[in-house]
């Protein structure tokens, strides 16, 4: 069973630009949430994905999109990128909408100079 | 609006001792509460769960109580190990998402 997979590890974007993350589910899972840590913080909400339809998104503005596939990996864009934005962004699997266990990917460390 | 709190930045604990993370929430309406542990560069790892129906759910050296009326819950572990040094996350669920505590880093010395 191949864990939850997220590419690259770190980037290195300027202010303004774009970036896209990526990430693998687990196996068997049709649902993916993406969260934005930054440091010293926990983890925040930034939107859901299940079965290539969002289903719920945080406190982001519309600049932070995503996108399902239908072998369920999941794609993050961010536009216009902005110092704030630098952080630890997390993808996490699940079966379903309703499982409250989700399985978390190692992240990607985004740094915006 | 932080609706889960960890007000303990930080706890260390003598191996072999319990180890006590506590966590406040706001929001009545979460029906379920996790925590999860997390190393460096790795994603949280789940830990275990409690619903809102209960008062104490246990899995091994591991134990979370639920105080609905206090709104807070906390994670117990009897006996502390070094290798439970990590970042622990409180988080509760309401329709289906996630939100998350800030983390207390717990070291669990020799």
């Known amino acids: 069973e191949t864990g939850v997979t997220q590419s690259p590890t770190h980037l290195i974007k300027t202010r303004g630009q774009q970036v896209t993350l990526r990430c693998s589910s687990q196996?068997?899972?049709?649902?993916v949430s993406w969260y934005q840590q930054a440091l010293g913080q926990g983890p925040q909400f930034i939107f859901q994905y299940y079965r290539e339809e969002e289903n719920g998104r945080g406190n982001f503005p519309p600049r932070f999109s995503g996108l399902q596939f239908p072998n369920y990996s999941s794609e993050l864009n961010v536009n216009a990128l902005e110092l704030d934005d630098s952080a630890l962004y997390l993808c996490?699997?699940?079966?379903?909408?309703?499982?409250?266990?989700?399985?978390f990917g190692p992240g990607t460390r985004l740094t915006v100079t | 609006d932080q609706q889960v709190k960890q007000n303990s930045p930080s706890l260390s604990v003598q191996e072999g001792r319990i180890s006590i993370l506590n966590c406040d929430y706001t929001?009545?309406?979460?029906?379920?509460f996790l925590w999860y542990k997390k190393y460096p560069a790795e994603g949280p790892t789940f830990l275990i769960s409690?619903?809102?129906?209960?008062d104490k759910n246990e899995d091994g050296r591991f134990t979370v109580f639920l105080n609905k009326s206090a709104k807070h819950l906390s994670l117990h572990i009897v006996p502390s190990q070094p290798g439970d040094s990590a970042v622990y996350f409180c988080?509760?669920?309401?329709?289906?998402?996630?939100?998350f505590g800030q983390g207390t880093i717990l070291t669990v010395h020799p």
């Open positions: 929001n009545s309406m979460f029906d379920y």
């Open positions: 409690i619903s809102s129906i209960k």
């Open positions: 196996s068997g899972h049709n649902t």
């Open positions: 988080a509760a669920r309401v329709y289906g998402k996630l939100t």
């Open positions: 996490a699997s699940s079966s379903g909408t309703v499982t409250y266990e989700q399985y």
